[in-house]
């Protein structure tokens, strides 16, 4: 990408597209195309159309899905079937279309069966059933990745896909349901010490385990492939380290410094035993993380008290 090439990022005000455009305004990109939500719905293909024809951009990041934690993604299973399947397949239509030079498609971790090998490696994909709280949204991202992949073998566009690990950071979900759970633990143990509750209930037996990514991290990494990856297939990002639920919510209770007890609530779903990813691709590619959880936990958690204004309202 030249620095005055026009750069498409959807989704930019979420957690990822934000960071990505962060890293490369840090970069010393400055002509950037935007639309918020409610500036273009992107699940409808004539605006979607309309936009690409006006704007022509050269490189896209396609960053703008339906998302959310294990009970959004098991409640709205229509809304992240219909809408990341229309998205996705507006954006990457366009493209093609209208000649962008090259586009990131972001998939996620989910896309990997239920109990795959850990940890897991990009061949895993389409080996085994997936897991059912999140099965939707994981067939509209493994469609996206085969999008890139048909675009690529039948017109010779250059679609690359990416497949995050769990992330958190500035910009976050912090809704009490529908979030993640990170977020959603920063919001609730700081809650509770507010109000000197005496616990603070987990989802679950705490005993999955999850690979924790901070969002400006996997921005990086995400510039750092848009520049020097051209394969088609996809390529996992994340840290090749995880940690138990319960683990977790340790860890955010000392950096909170909530001082009462933790209950789980084994009515709501565990998911995913374990997501591990194996970052051997990525590693290769040359990039690897640098920002550890306990420090990412303290900057999203700046970030929370920042907005906590915003927050009281939702
Ligand atoms: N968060 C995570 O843990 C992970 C995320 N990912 C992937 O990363 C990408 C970004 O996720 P994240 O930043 O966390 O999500 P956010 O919810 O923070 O941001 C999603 C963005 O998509 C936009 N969007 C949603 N629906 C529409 C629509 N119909 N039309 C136009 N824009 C729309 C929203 O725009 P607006 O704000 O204007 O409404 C929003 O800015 C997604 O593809 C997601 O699947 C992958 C792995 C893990
Ligand atoms: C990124 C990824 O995100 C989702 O999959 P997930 O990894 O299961 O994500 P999650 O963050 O919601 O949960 C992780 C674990 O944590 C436990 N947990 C405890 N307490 C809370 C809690 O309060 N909120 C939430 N959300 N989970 C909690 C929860 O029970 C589970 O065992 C999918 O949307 C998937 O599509 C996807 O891509």
């Not at 957690?15 to 002509?31: D, H, P, Y």
């Not at 979030?179 to 209930?201: C, D, G, M, N, W």
């Not at 995880?242 to 609530?265: M, P, Q």
Request: proline residues 4%; aromatic residues 12%; glycine residues 8%.
């Amino acid at each position: 990408m030249d620095k005055s090439s026009k750069i498409y990022i959807a989704g930019h005000r979420g957690m990822v597209g934000s960071a990505i455009q962060r890293k490369l305004e840090k970069e010393g990109f400055t002509n950037f195309v935007t639309r918020s939500s409610s500036a273009l719905d992107l699940r409808d293909q004539k605006a979607v159309a309309d936009f690409f024809e006006q704007e022509k951009p050269d490189y896209v990041f396609l960053a703008a899905a339906k998302v959310g934690g294990i009970v959004a993604n098991n409640v709205y299973r229509a809304e992240f079937l219909y809408d990341n399947l229309q998205i996705q397949n507006n954006i990457i239509h366009q493209s093609y279309l209208n000649d962008v030079k090259k586009l990131m498609f972001l998939g996620s971790s989910c896309i990997y069966p239920k109990l795959a090998p850990q940890p897991l490696k990009e061949d895993y994909l389409l080996t085994g059933l997936l897991e059912e709280t999140n099965e939707p949204y994981a067939v509209a991202k493994i469609a996206g990745i085969k999008m890139c992949d048909a675009y690529r073998a039948q017109y010779g566009c250059n679609y690359i896909s990416v497949m995050p690990t769990n992330l958190y950071g500035f910009n976050d979900n912090y809704h009490p349901q529908n979030s993640h759970v990170l977020p959603a633990l920063i919001r609730r143990f700081h809650e509770a010490k507010e109000q000197e509750a005496p616990s603070v209930t987990i989802w679950g037996t705490g005993s999955p385990k999850r690979e924790f990514l901070f969002a400006d991290d996997l921005a990086e990494a995400c510039y750092y492939l848009m520049e020097n990856y051209n394969e088609p297939g996809l390529v996992n990002i994340g840290t090749g380290e995880d940690i138990s639920i319960k683990d977790l919510a340790l860890l955010v209770k000392k950096i909170i410094g909530y001082e009462g007890e933790i209950t789980f609530d084994v009515s709501k779903p565990d998911g995913t035993p374990r997501k591990l990813m194996d970052v051997t691709k990525l590693s290769e590619a040359g990039w690897k993380y640098h920002t550890g959880l306990e420090d990412g936990i303290k900057f999203a958690y700046q970030d929370f008290l920042s907005k906590e204004g915003e927050f009281a309202q939702r």
